[in-house]
């Protein structure tokens, strides 16, 4: 790569990570890590074709939805047994509700499959269409249906505190927020 095209892609990088970190975050449940991770090996693919890339983001997005979906087919999933406490615990709770909706929708969403999570993600915080999710999981529409709706039910079931008690889903804030509990 050239000195100009190492320029671009640091400006990219730099501009857009964040962005692209919280999605990662989303896929892998919550998982920090493993989506610092994801967004490494993704931001390493897009280097190595950097001059041949138009759209750079979607091209990190389009990874970072492959490389989701390969961890998930994996037959052993390679991942780090979660403690009960982590050694950082001692910080005050942010008390603002929605914050605490949000601790709540993440610890819900990590319990989901790998598979159920993507849909979710692809669906609602990235807000693409059924057919383009379909054709980003390489499945059926119906498929992206069937698991969209087993996945919000199983959300509801995980976190009931999502659903307003008149049966309207509360509009989560788009901060970190990327489910709308639907009734």
Same mark, same amino acid.
């Given at each position: 790569?050239?000195?100009?095209? #190492?320029?671009?892609?640091?400006?990219?990088?730099?501009? !857009?990570?964040? *962005?692209?970190?919280? =999605?990662?975050?989303?896929?892998?449940?919550?998982? @920090?890590? *493993?989506?610092?991770?994801?967004? /490494?090996?993704?931001?390493? @693919? =897009?280097?190595? $074709?950097? #001059?041949?890339?138009?759209?750079?983001?979607?091209?990190? !997005?389009?990874?970072?939805?492959?490389?989701?979906?390969?961890?998930? !087919?994996?037959?052993?999933?390679? !991942?780090?047994?979660?403690?009960?406490?982590?050694?950082?615990?001692?910080?005050?709770?942010?008390?603002?509700? *929605?914050?605490?909706?949000?601790?709540?929708?993440? =610890?819900?969403?990590?319990?989901? =499959?790998?598979? /159920?999570?993507?849909?979710?993600?692809?669906?609602?915080?990235?807000?693409?269409?059924?057919?383009?999710?379909? @054709? /980003?999981?390489?499945?059926?529409?119906?498929?992206? $249906?069937?698991?969209?709706?087993?996945?919000?039910? $199983?959300?509801?079931?995980?976190?009931?505190?999502?659903?307003?008690?008149?049966?309207?889903?509360?509009?989560?804030? @788009?901060?970190?927020?990327?489910?709308?509990?639907?009734?």
């Amino acid at each position: 790569m050239d000195a100009e095209a #190492q320029e671009s892609f640091q400006q990219f990088v730099a501009a !857009r990570s964040s *962005a692209l970190l919280k =999605t990662a975050v989303l896929l892998t449940g919550g998982d @920090r890590h *493993a989506a610092e991770d994801l967004l /490494q090996n993704a931001l390493i @693919r =897009t280097a190595e $074709r950097w #001059q041949r890339i138009d759209e750079p983001e979607a091209y990190v !997005r389009r990874v970072l939805y492959r490389q989701q979906i390969s961890r998930w !087919r994996l037959k052993w999933p390679r !991942r780090e047994v979660p403690v009960a406490e982590l050694p950082e615990a001692g910080h005050a709770p942010d008390a603002s509700g *929605a914050a605490e909706q949000r601790l709540l929708l993440r =610890t819900a969403l990590s319990k989901l =499959t790998a598979r /159920q999570r993507t849909v979710l993600v692809l669906r609602y915080f990235e807000d693409l269409p059924e057919a383009d999710v379909a @054709r /980003q999981l390489g499945c059926s529409v119906g498929t992206v $249906r069937s698991t969209t709706h087993r996945s919000l039910a $199983r959300l509801r079931t995980l976190a009931p505190e999502l659903t307003a008690p008149d049966g309207a889903a509360p509009r989560p804030s @788009r901060d970190f927020s990327p489910v709308e509990v639907r009734p």
